[in-house]
Structures are given as C-alpha cells and as structure tokens.
C-alpha cells in the first residue's frame, strides 16, 4: 500500500487529504504513481499534479519524478511552501 | 544535569526568547557570540485585514526538514549551539511565529548561520500559511525574494 497525502491548496483544489493506492510493480516511480492519480483523478487532477511549481515528496524528503518507489512508502504533493 | 532541550521544535505553544538564548547558552559553552531571527505575523497587510493566520504543516517531515538545514548550517560555519521553535495551528496579528537562535565563537558565523537557516526554512520547510479575513480565506503566496534569498547561499 502507498499512502499519498495532499497539503495547502493543493488538498482544497482536489477535495482529498490522503488516499490509499495499492502498491504494484506498475506504480515503479512517482512519475508512474502521478500519472495513475491523473487517470483515475481526470482534468482537474491532471492540472493540479502536473502544475509547474508542484512539489512532491517520498517518505518525508523532497523527491524529483524519476524516484523510485517501495510498497509501504509514503508519498505527499504540496504546492511551494510558505513558512517561516 | 538536566534533560537537554531539543534543537528544533514544532508546536502551537508560543515561545519565550529569553527562555531559548538561555537554553543556548546553556547548551554549548565558549559562545562569544548569539545572533537571533524572531518572525511574526504582520500586523496589517496591504490589501485585506487579516483577522488569524493559519500555519499548516507537514508533521511527519517538518521537524525533519529544519533538522538537515541546522545540520547544513553546522557543516558551513562553526556553530556551536542552535535553537530552531517554528509554531503551528491559528495565529493572530502580532503573535510570534517562528525563531532561530545561533550561538557561535565569533559574530560573523552567528549572523550568516542564522540568516541561512532561516532562508533555507522559508523555502524547504512544509509550512503553508493562510490568511483568514472578512473577505474569505487566502493562501500566502511563496516570494520570488526568499527563493533569491536561499538561492545566493548555493556554492
């Protein structure tokens, strides 16, 4: 199972906080993973996800779309953050 | 001897300065130098009348986050202390968001630890703010400045 978490206004603009997707040997990469969500998710998901300034993290550090992924991994999309 | 204070905290509890230069000081002896950033939520902002600020965040990979900012910080100058309170949850005009405090042998490494872990923390962290107001709810927007601000510590 991987777990994918949504934060900020990327979570409003897709309605969904964290959702469960069933580990296979399909889903290798985050790029893979992303593009699942898109097929399943539609249009606005697909503008969401693939929006230039998405940021994107796999077990809690900050991963590019090529980062492989295990079963049991975490992953989160975010939009640019603002702390501090 | 007492329990040693973490170095990097997350929570909604506000925060003494005083409490933390203490904890500093405390922590690393040979300090000749403490240089310190404490943030706060503006009182007014141009285009609406912000009533609460909200500070979202990332629990798992926060603390972790600051954590490899001090630790960058700790590789590039000497430092020997650092303490790093970044608060979460509702906020209000004039509250105190976030402080980094940096103790050092001399006050060049202070001053540049201190500025770097706070630009590098404006843009790596999982913080996201929104601004509540009459009007409705806003998410602060991230600023080309603080990218340009952590972009010039890059080698």
Not at chain 1, 40 to 69: H, I, K, P, T
Not at chain 2, 61 to 87: C, F, N, P, Y
Request: hydrophobic share 45%; proline share 3%; aromatic share 8%.
């Amino acid at each position: 199972m991987i777990k994918v978490l949504f934060f900020a206004r990327l979570r409003e603009q897709l309605g969904v906080a964290s959702l469960d997707l069933e580990y296979s040997a399909s889903l290798a990469t985050l790029a893979a993973l992303q593009q699942e969500l898109v097929t399943q998710g539609g249009a606005d998901w697909q503008a969401a996800l693939e929006a230039e300034n998405v940021l994107r993290a796999v077990n809690q550090e900050e991963a590019a779309l090529d980062q492989v992924l295990a079963d049991g991994d975490e992953v989160a999309f975010f939009p640019p953050v603002t702390g501090g | 001897m007492a329990q040693r204070c973490p170095d990097v905290r997350v929570q909604e509890q506000d925060f003494d300065v005083s409490d933390l230069q203490r904890e500093l000081l405390g922590d690393a002896g040979r300090a000749g130098a403490v240089a310190s950033f404490t943030g706060l939520v503006r009182v007014s902002n141009e285009q609406r009348e912000v009533s609460a600020m909200v500070l979202e965040h990332y629990p798992a990979m926060t603390e972790r986050s600051i954590q490899k900012i001090v630790d960058e910080a700790r590789q590039r100058w000497q430092v020997l202390g650092v303490k790093v309170v970044h608060r979460v949850g509702s906020l209000h005009p004039g509250d105190q968001i976030v402080y980094v405090g940096v103790s050092c042998r001399h006050r060049g490494d202070a001053f540049q630890a201190c500025e770097f872990i706070m630009d590098y923390l404006k843009t790596r962290a999982p913080f996201w703010k929104k601004e509540i107001s009459a009007g409705g709810e806003h998410w602060v927007e991230s600023r080309d400045s603080d990218a340009l601000a952590a972009q010039r510590w890059k080698d």
